[in-house]
């Protein structure tokens, strides 16, 4: 590939399908996490970073090498492996005295680092202490999150969208009931978040819906909030900027899946598949049907513009709607030729007015 006046044009067709896969998408590719390990670690946090990898996998790569770098005062080889692997999410662990068994969650946006939240880990169990079969690899899982801290404190609304984009896994358009069976769950309480992974058992309940519980399979962390570095909102609403075009066909699949649903649904709950996970819930006030609620979303929708058509080859056309000209009053050339002369009617009005013709006097 070659680069002119900053324009990478490929050479082969295999750079051709390189560059197409990492060009800007209406609907972006999944989120690749690079975990990585600095140049001090401890045993907790290597092993730590192995099971975050099991968890992430097939979506992550490790990078098994020490990488001596501070992402909190120098970014910029972070921003460099995120463009050599295309990751746009990264984990870093670090280990020293004065920050002993530190994990580092953080995003990038087009290739510069957006926000992220350093984690001291407390308390750790890893999966392999805890006997019990796992879940299979790129499992998606159900992420919970419990505790007053995410909701109103703005570090942990912070941390919960991190945790949601790190861990969401890939969007896909229907999950089958077993394929619900991963949980994790996260927790703050009293200035700490506890992390713990489940696996959902689907037992006999003597009726159609099953009886579900929960067995503990690891990791489990206990994290205490250290160092944050946040985005401006400017920044932060950038990033979470959609196009209209995914705007409006996912606009149309709501209400389609909100028209299907049925009269008596209290609440109508839908994700929008996008790059950032959005859940939004709808409360149908009193006895408002779906209908209503239908008719409400395509009253959303932008208003289509009258007059306006493309042809085959995307050229845009306009129609202009004008009055009627009056052609008589049409200004012209002024040429002698063209004046306008009096006739004999014109004349004989002339000469009942008391004008007197131009070609005749008056004789006593």
């Not at 790569?61 to 295309?86: A, G, M, W």
């Not at 839908?270 to 790059?275: E, I, P, Q, T």
């Not at 052609?327 to 002369?341: C, D, F, N, V, Y």
Request: charged share 30%; proline share 5%; with cysteine.
């Amino acid at each position: 590939m070659k680069q002119y006046g900053g324009v990478i044009k490929p050479k082969t067709k295999r750079a051709k399908r390189f560059l197409d896969n990492r060009a800007p998408k209406l609907t972006e590719n999944i989120k690749n996490a690079m975990i990585m390990k600095g140049g001090n670690t401890s045993m907790t946090v290597t092993q730590a970073l192995k099971d975050i990898y099991a968890l992430k996998k097939p979506s992550a790569v490790l990078y098994k090498k020490k990488n001596i770098t501070r992402p909190f005062e120098d970014s910029t080889s972070l921003e460099f492996f995120s463009k050599k692997t295309d990751s746009s999410l990264f984990l870093f662990g670090s280990h020293n005295k004065k920050r002993p068994n530190n994990l580092i969650f953080g995003r990038l946006f087009d290739f510069h680092v957006l926000d992220m939240i350093e984690l001291g880990i407390e308390k750790y169990i890893s999966l392999s202490d805890i006997k019990s079969s796992k879940c299979p690899e790129g499992t998606k899982p159900m992420l919970v999150f419990a505790g007053e801290a995410f909701d109103h404190e703005n570090d942990h609304k912070r941390l919960k969208s991190l945790l949601t984009d790190f861990f969401r896994g890939p969007v896909v358009p229907s999950v089958r009931l077993a394929g619900l069976e991963h949980v994790l769950h996260f927790t703050a309480l009293e200035g700490k978040i506890y992390m713990r992974s489940y696996r959902s058992l689907l037992k006999k309940s003597g009726c159609r819906t099953p009886r579900i519980e929960l067995e503990e399979i690891g990791p489990s962390f206990d994290f205490i909030l250290r160092r944050t570095h946040l985005a401006s909102d400017d920044l932060y609403k950038t990033a979470h900027r959609q196009p209209k075009a995914l705007k409006v066909g996912e606009m149309a699949s709501c209400s389609q899946r909100l028209f299907s649903r049925s009269f008596n649904s209290r609440y109508v709950e839908w994700g929008l598949l996008f790059k950032r996970p959005v859940l939004i819930e709808m409360k149908l006030q009193g006895n408002r049907s779906p209908h209503v609620a239908l008719c409400h979303f395509y009253s959303l929708q932008p208003k289509k513009k009258k007059n306006i058509s493309h042809d085959t080859f995307g050229t845009k056309f306009g129609r202009l709607h004008m009055q009627k000209q009056d052609l008589a009053k049409l200004q012209t050339r002024k040429m002698k030729g063209l004046r306008k002369r009096r006739g004999p009617a014109a004349a004989a009005a002339a000469v009942v007015e008391g004008e007197t013709s131009p070609k005749t006097t008056e004789v006593e």
